[in-house]
């Protein structure tokens, strides 16, 4: 057993939203325990990742049809937000898992959602292998997925920044669909007895490729040395002729053909994890000002009492309450959109969602600095590592930048112009 209690070999299995929301917070009490130890030591958390599984947490957005619990997205968000203010690192891992589930839901077979659901319930891990360092942006991909003669295809390619990649049992690969007239892939919509159906390939049609962690090709590399989020599970995938049946394959360019709240859902729990960061900063520096002498010049006895430093935390707290209240808006914006999706609730959840990435990214930027300023000088000793709150906030902050989701918000807000379709929106 790890700090949360749960024996990692068998898998609970959770049935409401208030069920999931207390298991993420035992789950944080144990993970907030070595926090700090793991990221100075850059301790990979093989441990508790087993307990993650074994809690039931990663099986929780699975649809009721399936065993699942289907939770809200405002349940879904706090449940990240929650781990994140314990351990940011950890938290992010399951961030692909749950996007690749709700992929699954839109544009899987019934067949291949009953397989990867049960996978799910079960415990086991999915990570994602979608970003790449060699293409002219970064929404280029040129992993790519072509016909094999008999039958099936080959995977060829390399991913960076695989969260989760080191422990997954399943790593689901973006990949260029290529050289084919016709791909055999599905949509559960549209084949509801989870047959796969003829989709005409274009040169653009990018695809998702579900695939063992353990399938012959594959290759992860333990060589992520980003300054924050150290403890991620990340990795280099590299995919040379990787063996991919026609069941492995979900269609990804089609969920961007009509309203979703893909992206808003995926954004969401990014702008969770930076207020958990924001929120995990500002409890170590209200710890440390309980520590820290006041300054001479104040005349108080305790640093807690000084008028400037009080002032601070106020607005530091304003700060943060203000980021988690969009948060919690944004949260059920997105879930009101999926009760009626239309073009505009879909677009209005991206916006809400838009802001609350901005208001988080700042807040956990901000606290965790002035989280420093509060403690004093002995808030700085490397033997604390607190350093890890500003660290893994301005390394998670640069995941997509924050500037472009302003430029959006402006346009809806002037124009009534509607946020672009993708993953990150």
């Given at each position: ?11 609970q ?45 990663l ?12 939770v ?23 961030h ?8 699954l ?5 019934q ?24 293409g ?12 094999r ?19 997954a ?17 599905g ?33 992860v ?23 991919v ?30 207020a ?29 009492e ?50 609350a ?26 033997s604390?590592?607190?350093s ?23 346009r809806?807000?002037l ?11």
């Open positions: 057993m790890v700090g949360g209690g749960w024996p990692v070999s068998t898998t299995l959770i049935r409401t939203d208030e069920q999931a929301t207390e298991t993420a917070r035992k789950l944080a009490a144990g993970y907030a325990a070595h926090a700090a130890t793991r990221d100075r030591e850059r301790r990979l958390p093989e441990a508790e990742l087993a307990e993650l599984s074994a809690s039931g947490l099986g929780i957005t699975v649809p009721r049809a399936f065993g699942g619990a289907d809200s997205v405002a349940t879904l968000t706090e449940v990240f937000r929650t781990l994140a203010v314990a351990d940011a690192s950890l938290a992010q891992i399951p692909s898992h749950v996007v690749f589930l709700q992929a839901r839109l544009q899987g077979t067949s291949q959602q009953r397989r990867y659901f049960e996978a799910a319930l079960a415990g086991q891990r999915f990570a994602n292998a979608q970003a790449e360092r060699g002219r942006t970064a929404a280029a991909d040129a992993t790519t997925l072509r016909p003669a008999g039958g099936g295809y080959l995977l060829d390619g390399e991913k960076f920044y695989c969260t989760g990649a080191l422990f049992d399943w790593l689901v690969v973006r990949a260029v669909l290529a050289d084919a007239a016709v791909a055999r892939t949509s559960g919509a549209a084949t509801p007895a989870g047959e796969a159906r003829d989709i005409p390939a274009a040169p653009t049609t990018k695809v998702l490729a579900y695939l063992p962690r353990d399938t012959p090709g594959v290759t590399r333990d060589d992520w040395d980003g300054m924050g989020q150290r403890t991620t599970a990340s990795g280099t995938v590299l995919l040379d002729r990787v063996p049946d026609e069941t492995q394959v979900v269609p990804y360019t089609p969920i961007f053909a009509r309203a979703t709240t893909y992206g808003a859902r995926a954004q969401v729990l990014h702008a969770a994890l930076d958990g960061i924001a929120r995990g900063a500002l409890d170590a520096a209200v710890t440390q000002v309980a520590r820290a002498r006041p300054w001479w010049e104040s005349g108080v006895a305790r640093a807690a000084e008028p400037l430093l009080v002032q601070q935390a106020g607005e530091l707290e304003i700060l943060v309450r203000a980021a988690e209240a969009l948060l919690r808006e944004a949260a059920l914006t997105i879930d009101a959109a999926e009760a009626d999706l239309t073009d505009d609730s879909a677009a209005g959840a991206s916006v809400a969602t838009a802001i990435k901005v208001a988080t990214a700042r807040a956990s930027v901000q606290a965790s600095s002035a989280l420093f300023e509060l403690g004093g000088t002995r808030s700085a000793a490397d604390l590592n607190l890890r709150y500003w660290r893994d906030a301005r390394t998670h902050t640069l995941h997509d930048p924050a500037r472009w989701k302003v430029q959006h918000v402006g809806w807000l124009d009534g112009t509607p946020p672009p379709r993708h993953g990150q929106l």
